[in-house]
Each structure stands twice: as C-alpha cells, then as structure tokens.
C-alpha cells in the first residue's frame, strides 16, 4: 500500500508570497492528484499529473517520478488561497488513490 | 454544465437505521469513486466503480457498507445498520478515466447519534 506524506501539515504566509507545499509517495504510481478543500468543505480538484509540470494561472504542480515527489506551488498568494491542499497518489489499475493529510495554509492579508 | 450532485446534504439518524447516499455523477464520466472523510482519518477511498462495474472495494470498511451503481447515470452507499463511528462526510466523485481529473460532489454530512 502506498505512504503519501505531506510537508508542511501547517503553513501560514503573508499574501503575495511565494508558496510551496510538498508530496512524496512510496510507491510508483500512474497519476499524483492535488486537490483543494475550501473552508467550507467543498473539494476541487486542481491538478493530476503523471510526468513533468502543469501550470493553472497562479498554481504550478511538478513531479518528479524517479524520486517520488511531488509539489504544488502558488505564486503571489492570495487570502482566497487560503485552504487545506490534499495530495493524493494512484497506482493505475485496480488500485485507487491513497490521501495524504493535507496542508492547511492560510494566507494573511 | 452540471457538477456531480449528492444527496441528501445532510443526514442524521438514530444508531442501527439504514442510510443511503445518492451520487448522479457527471454526464460522460465513466469512472465514479464514494470516499469518506473523518477528522481522524481523513479523507480514505471506499470504493470505485469503471463503466459502472465495482473495480475496487478494499476501502469499504465492513460488510455494513455497500455500493451499487445500476447505471451510468446514478450510484448508491448503503450503510446497514449504521453506527456512531460511521459518521463522516461522504464524498462522490467521478471521472472521464479512471486516473483522470475527478470533479467532486459538495458531500453528504452524516450524523449518527
């Protein structure tokens, strides 16, 4: 079974800083989710990745798939980004996804 | 377009009463997921569902729990008899492939008293 383990568990910055967020995962997988859930509860899902770098306006992910990592960086953060950030690992086939514990970020005006 | 709808919203019932969750996934999506999220677990994979054919229920918790999706259009988690530590919010998601971007439900908050 799959490890997912997210770094930091807590991060609060002050708006317009750079943000990075990371995930790394213990077994090869077919596809790595970044997900966001809102205070409220509701669940976004921002990226999946299966090599190399997506970019979304200010949210960048990466993966690098021989070291089993995976970040996702906000750029000119924004009280709004203000969420927990759940990564989560899939190994393809019959296998489904397993969940890191999410970073809560707050982003202080 | 529609996202995928949940119903109900919220639900609270009394120990040992059958509960069921409903997902309408979104149109065209041929992969459906029911996860659950509790503050101790976080969120954890029940089961999935391809072309509407349980591919994977390692995740649901006890014989308690079952899931059935009759078409490409509607799926269900029944939980029978329910009990306080089954309370959580269940999340549907589905997907255009089975490792593919999932859009997600708004959840279902369950009570259990």
């Known amino acids: 079974k799959n490890e997912v383990e997210q770094s930091p568990q807590n991060l609060t910055a002050q708006e317009g800083e750079f943000i990075t967020i990371n995930c790394s995962y213990s077994?090869?997988?077919?596809?790595l989710h970044w997900l966001q859930q809102h205070p409220g509860g509701g669940i976004v899902s921002l990226f999946m990745?299966?090599?190399g770098k997506k970019k979304h306006g200010r949210l960048i992910a990466t993966i690098n798939i021989q070291e089993k990592h995976s970040s996702l960086h906000i750029t000119a953060s924004h009280p709004r980004d203000s969420a927990v950030y759940i990564c989560?690992?899939?190994?393809?086939?019959?296998?489904?996804?397993?969940f890191g514990k999410g970073t809560h970020l707050i982003i202080q005006p | 377009d529609a996202g995928v709808i949940q119903s109900p919203r919220h639900e609270v019932t009394e120990m040992g009463q059958e509960v069921t969750l409903r997902c309408k996934p979104i149109?065209?999506?041929?992969?459906l997921f029911w996860y659950r999220q509790t503050m101790m677990r976080g969120l954890e994979l029940l089961i999935y569902?391809?072309?509407?054919?349980?591919?994977?229920d390692s995740g649901m918790p006890e014989d308690r729990f079952s899931a059935k999706m009759p078409n490409a259009s509607f799926s269900t988690l029944k939980i029978q008899p329910s009990e306080p530590r089954d309370s959580a919010v269940y999340f549907c998601?589905?997907?255009?492939?089975?490792?593919?971007?999932?859009?997600f439900g708004p959840g279902t908050r369950l009570t259990v008293l």
């Open positions: 998601a589905s997907s255009l492939e089975q490792g593919g971007r999932a859009g």
């Open positions: 077994v090869g997988i077919s596809a």
């Open positions: 569902f391809n072309n509407n054919v349980p591919i994977d």
């Open positions: 149109s065209g999506h041929n992969s």
């Open positions: 990745l299966s090599s």
């Open positions: 989560a690992a899939g190994g393809g086939g019959a296998d489904g996804l397993t």
